[in-house]
């Protein structure tokens, strides 16, 4: 039997560290699983650190910056809109509404796009710029009309027409900053 740290070393030596590699040495030596995962999170995560720190100053704002409007893409348009919605109490087809196409961002209250950025924990600008991005995912249908530009339509006729039931109003008020009283 192979001492573990002469295989942990191997590992580390490898030409390449990569999770082909990985699952070699886990099926030779599954009683090292769980040193062998770590060291592999380890090295990766040194590898990645390395890339970053050697990336000039405005590549790492921008893909800072780009990583936060995907988390607001995601969570109003993606994957995890099903959570957020529920969290905040709305629907789940308002919120993937509430993309430039859909809603004039000039006409979303200020106090709704800060408080959608207080809850995905990200700055004001970049929830304006997953909105303004949307959805993006191109969907065909046949028509018998050629399609035309329609314009946005102003957030408070976005609400209008969502058929919000009187809780999910609460919740969006909460949104806005108002105790739905007004």
Known sequence: MANRDDILNDFTVEEEISLAVLKTYLQRYPEYTKDLLALF?????SDL???????PLETKAMNLGDSRVQHV???LF???VKEFARELGLPRAFLMGLNA???HLGSVPA?????????LDVRL?????????GDSQAVAMKS??????????KFQDYVDQAGLAEKEQRALQKLLGSDGSD
């Open 101 to 103: 196409n859909v809603v």
């Open 49 to 55: 650190e390395a890339t970053e720190a050697s990336q």
């Open 41 to 45: 999170n380890e090295l990766t995560m």
């Open 78 to 80: 993606g994957k995890g």
């Open 111 to 119: 106090e709704f796009l800060k408080h959608l950025a207080a809850k």
């Open 73 to 75: 893409r995601q969570l």
């Open 144 to 153: 018998d009309i050629k399609p035309g530009a329609e314009s946005p339509i």
């Open 125 to 133: 600008q970049d929830v304006i710029s997953g909105l303004r991005q």
